[in-house]
Structures are given as C-alpha cells and as structure tokens.
C-alpha cells in the first residue's frame, strides 16, 4: 500500500498543555509504517465552550505524516496516545482534555462511519484547525470544499496567537 499524506489536530488544555503536545508529536513519529512531515507552531486559543463556564485556554496545533496505517488503526493509534497522556474514557464532548488528536484528512478519502468523519467536520469553521492546517500546507485542498485558504476569513475565531517555539511555552 502507498503512504497516504495525513494531517492530525492536537489539542490540550489539562496538565501542562505545551508538553503534552510535545509528548504527543514524538508518539506521533513513533508510530509504525509512518513517515513524520511537518508539524506547525503551536497556537494559543479561547476555549470554544458550549456553556460559557470558565475554561483554561488550549494549545492547538496540526502535525503532517504519511503512513500505510489504514484510517481505523490509525484512530486506535492515537485514542492510545490520549489514553498513555491521561485522557480518560468516560470524558463527554467539549470536556476540557489533556490530550485530543483528531485525524482531519486521509489523503483524499471522504470517510463516513460511527467512528470517523473526514475531512473532519470543523476543518472549515475553526480558526484554531485552519490556521495550523494552512501554516504547513497553503495549497492544501480538501475534498468536498476546495481549497483550506478559502475558508481562513470567514471561520470561528478564537482569540488565536502564534507561540514560538515549543521549548519556551509553559
Ligand atoms: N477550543 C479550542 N480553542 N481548542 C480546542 O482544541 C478545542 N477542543 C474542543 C472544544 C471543547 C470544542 N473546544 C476547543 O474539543
């Protein structure tokens, strides 16, 4: 099988966000059958919340690879990687995470099943997925809506900032 460009979604905002980013792209590169790309800078953003309590910031962040691992392996892959970094499994959506890795494009596969929907639904409509996504593929298209870069004007904005390097977050 050929590798397949893939680009995951990190994002934190529980116990030491920059490390677990950190920690989360060298589990990344460790994954078998997989070549490590590119990873953005990390960016700071306002929790996007759904009842408005006061919510820690998060760090986001995308990471490109390719690898030969199928979408639903890949899935477990990570799941494991949010599990080994404290995540646990009873968390609802829009909790407050230390670790959430998202898969947003599979090569050019449009996936629909109970456990994956890519492109992922928010690529288009969040700055803090866009803005990554662009930095490290500008020409990037996704099936189904075009081109990314299309789409950085007219998406939820959360406040974002550009860290520099990762080392120097705390
Ligand atoms: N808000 C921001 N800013 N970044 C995230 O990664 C993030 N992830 C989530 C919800 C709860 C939607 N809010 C977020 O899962």
Redesign the pocket.
Known sequence: MDKVITYIGL?SNLQQPAQQLVNAIEAIKKLPQTNFIASSCFYR?????LDHEPTPD?L?AVVAIETQINPLSLLDDLQAIEFSQGRIRTEKR?QSRPL?LDILLYGNDVINNERLTIPHAEISRRD?VLVPLVEIAPDLEVPGLGKASGYLASCQE?GLEKLSAPETIS
């Not at 953003?45 to 919340?49: C, D, F, G, I, V």
């Open positions: 994002g953003s306002k929790a996007l919340t998060y986001n829009w959430d803090f959360t």
